[in-house]
């Protein structure tokens, strides 16, 4: 009986210490720190704000260039010169079009702003593609019908001038006009005027709008001088059958190329202004002929020259199905070209071929300045020409008094 209670004594006092145990974890509360970081405002990181530029030359814009590209055709025979706001295109395109006719194709972003521009004439088959690659819309004075046909099947927005302003429609009259005041004769006497073509071609419904982010592929620089080209100074384009030369001079004291041909440089009838450029491109095509016109396989490709600051490197240039050419340096990087306007070469017929040469200009020597004389000299020089007349002047009434004797 003892036992018994003793063992129901233990048994009690177990009982009490787990019950304890047990209150004390459900009353205990661990204690933790809680701490607060300070609230921190998000960093921007400043951004700088967008550069836009004319896609063809390059100069900087207050807004997105959004406009569309004008390509006007421009006679180039030795007796239909001087032209006449050529040098404002963006892009002044040289090339052999037909069977002894090499002629020019201005493309122009502010043709609205030129108010004439000449003398205009024919489309042809390289003026249609290149207008097709650009998307603009080409003005010119008719054409072959075989070449009107080709424009009309490339879907190209094109106007005749010379048939829109001899009509009664005096909207339609005021695209251009024929000027005989600067010794112009048919058919080298008719002059585009843009801001009659701008008007005309809205009136009509033509798009003259681009989306913004259309690429045209001319990468800028302030500075596109080729730092390890060769020296050219002058460089001469031989076009079609030898037909005639351009020869492109660098004039130093204004960086660019001055435009020479049929042995003079070439300047603006109206202003005089120089046609010079900031960039020379050659590109070297496959050229093939249909009936007399002579055309380029531009989804070929090719090689070429790029000329800038009086230096020359090779190029290579492509088109990817109707975009703009593409040109790149022979590493395969796009090719960087200067600020400012383009003179745009296409030849590949056999016998049409570039040269370039440095031309040393001529030293200029320092003109020769008599040393000055000291105080010393001129006192000596005065006493001696003071002496002599004083002589002189003796003898003289010497001679007098014995003559007179």
Known sequence: MRRVFVSLLILALLLSGCGSAREVEETTVAETTVVTEPETEPTTVPTEPPVYRNPLNGEILDEPYTGRIFAHTITNTQDALPHVNAVKADILLECYVSRGVVRCLGLYTNIGEVEAIGGTRSTRLMFNKVAQLYDAVLVHAGGFGMVLEDADNRDLDHFNIDSLYRQADPLAQKVGYRDKQYRRYAPNDLFGYGPGIVEYVEAQGVRTTQPADKQYY?????????????????????????????????????????????????????????????????????????????????????????????????????????????????????????????????????????????????????????????????????????????????????TQEILSQ
């Open 218 to 398: 001319l990468n800028f620089v302030d500075d596109a001088t080729p730092a390890d080209g060769e020296a050219a100074d002058e460089i001469t384009i031989w076009y079609g059958q030898k037909t005639k030369n351009t020869v492109m001079k660098y004039n130093r004291s204004t960086g660019k190329y001055e435009y020479n041909q049929y042995g003079k440089v070439m300047t603006d009838q109206i202003t005089g202004e120089v046609e010079d450029f900031n960039n020379i491109l050659i590109l070297e095509a496959s050229i093939y002929e249909n009936y007399i016109y002579t055309a380029a396989n531009f989804h070929c490709g090719g090689t070429g020259y790029y000329a800038c600051g009086g230096k020359l490197i090779p190029i290579t240039w492509e088109c990817t199905g109707n975009d703009p050419i593409q040109c790149f340096t022979m590493d395969g990087e796009p090719l960087n070209i200067n600020v400012g306007n383009t003179y745009l070469s296409i030849i590949g017929m056999p016998s049409e071929t570039v040269e370039w040469k440095e031309v040393i200009p001529p030293e200029t020597e320092p003109p020769v300045t008599e040393p000055e004389e000291t105080v010393a000299e001129t006192i000596l020089e005065t006493v001696a020409e003071t002496t002599a007349e004083t002589v002189i002047e003796t003898m003289a009434e010497t």
